[in-house]
């Protein structure tokens, strides 16, 4: 029976050595042939992978979608444990973006330039890829990983 990521069939799934998220998701290349048989591959996390696929088609926003939702309940959650106070979502909002495009921005500056002595916060080289692989990248950094906080 064919699986479906969106709207691309799972062709294969490939393991991608010990690679994981910080917290503990093993990742994998997942091979999906679009509607035109053209093959791609993406990393996802197998946690991502397992959650988002199906057995029928769908489309990118549905996919999407279904990702943001599941993210957002995510969030809440652990923001009520957190007993967080209305009052400051702004502030964790405004943080969490920067410490991404952070991250990000150091990823891209390390995958052109190999050096990441090169890599100065603020300075935006593409805002296109993915957070996975800008993560796969900051970890290969000799002595980096990791979403490092950018200071002020």
Known sequence: MKKYYGSDIIVKIEKVGSFKTQSGELAVNVILEDEKGGLRTELVTEW?????STDKKTDATELRDGQT???????????????FNMSGIGKLLDEMGNRLDASME???????NKDDKKWAP???????????????????????????????
Not at 48 to 52: A, D, Q
Not at 106 to 112: K, L, S
Not at 123 to 151: A, Q
């Open 48 to 52: 991502c992978l397992e959650t988002f």
């Open 106 to 112: 150091r990823a891209y500056n390390f995958a052109w």
């Open 69 to 83: 939702d599941h993210i957002v309940t995510r969030l809440i959650t652990v923001l009520l444990d957190y007993d």
């Open 122 to 152: 603020q300075v935006r080289v593409g805002v296109m890829r993915k957070l996975l692989e800008g993560e796969k990248i900051i970890k290969s950094i000799p002595n980096g990983g990791g979403v490092k906080k950018e200071k002020n």
